[in-house]
């Protein structure tokens, strides 16, 4: 089992209505689901709200199909005075053989204020 010690952010199933022109399963939909993981994340080492404001060093590895269980692991990377960077690690398994590394990428959030304004990460929102 990949990611042993590691549990999942989000688990799901992509419908039929997530597929692209090649049958599978639309990148921007990948990538959607991964920036709801990493904000998730984000959020909670930043005791309040984040906002995505970058993705670096995406890679899609394998396609996905309809029917797989998609599992979304998340973990912050690294902490700046705004900032967090969250690692991010997409699995698919399709019940026949072992979970296998769909998309990896790293996001990076700002914690933002009640304004909407960057404010320092180990300030509570208010």
Known sequence: MPNT???????????PSELNVNGNIFGGWVLSQMDI???????RRANGSVATVAIEGMKF????????VVSVY???????????????DVYADCGTKEPHKVTEGKYIFVAIDKNGKPRAVDNASD
Request: hydrophobic letters at 35%.
């Open 5 to 15: 010690g590691r549990q999942a952010t989000i688990r799901t199933v992509p419908q």
């Open 37 to 43: 993981a990493g904000g998730v994340v984000a959020g």
């Open 61 to 68: 590895h394998q396609p996905i199909e309809v029917g797989d």
């Open 74 to 88: 998340a973990e912050v990377e690294k902490v700046g005075r705004t900032s967090i960077t969250v690692s991010i």
